[in-house]
């Protein structure tokens, strides 16, 4: 019970990454569901306070420490549109998401600026990390995935945005590569690198 900790998050594709980026550190992770939390409001602009809100809510509701993530894909050419606002992007309006919309709504704002090159479709993905604890304690890490977009959408492994971005250095997009090579490069990695240096 020392060793749990509670990932703040109601995202599988980011409960399953988590859970596989701390089992190695023999930390057993539980899950806001797991607790019945609900899911708080995410009124930050900053990826930083939406973490904190989200690790706050659950670390205070169970007395545990808890680790959230808020992430989002930043597009150069857009001044770092969707950003904190990515998983937005996708909302149908009925409760639902789309993140097939969400990717070409992209798409068209890029276009229209007649971005054609890898160069003028640059992107990263960016994760902040919020480690908090019941007397209100934080600390955060914050990692990035420097690539660029294509279109239309490759492959069907990940989540998210992960067919349309393809990291700095590679062919394929994260949604075509093994999850264990996503999670050597992703945002989401480098962050927790810099979480386990400092932590654990
Ligand atoms: P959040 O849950 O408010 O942090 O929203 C983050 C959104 O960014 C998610 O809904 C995803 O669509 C997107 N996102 C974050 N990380 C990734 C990733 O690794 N791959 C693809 N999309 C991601």
């Not at 050597?184 to 979480?195: N, Y």
Request: glycine share 10%.
């Amino acid at each position: 019970e020392g060793r749990t900790i509670v990932v703040a998050s109601h995202n599988r594709g980011k409960l399953e990454e988590i859970g596989a980026l701390i089992a190695p550190f023999g930390l057993s992770a539980k899950s806001a569901a797991d607790y019945n939390l609900p899911e708080p409001e995410e009124t930050g602009t900053e990826f930083e306070q939406n973490a904190y809100i989200k690790a706050f809510a659950a670390a205070a509701a169970t007395g545990l420490p808890a680790l959230s993530d808020d992430s989002g894909l930043c597009v150069d050419a857009l001044g770092g549109a969707p950003g904190v606002y990515t998983a937005d992007w996708a909302e149908t309006g009925n409760g639902d998401r789309d993140f097939m919309m969400a990717m070409r709504t992209v798409e068209e704002k890029l276009q229209a600026l007649g971005a054609a090159e890898p160069d003028q479709r640059r992107a990263a993905f960016v994760a902040t990390l919020c480690l908090a604890f019941p007397d209100g304690h934080c600390d955060f890490f914050r990692g990035e995935a420097p690539g660029h977009l294509i279109w239309p959408p490759r492959g069907d492994l990940g989540f998210g945005y992960d067919p349309v971005f393809v990291p700095a250095g590679k062919l394929l997009t994260f949604a075509q590569i093994d999850p264990a090579e996503k999670h050597a490069i992703s945002h989401r990695a480098d962050a927790f690198r810099q979480l386990v240096a400092a932590v654990l």
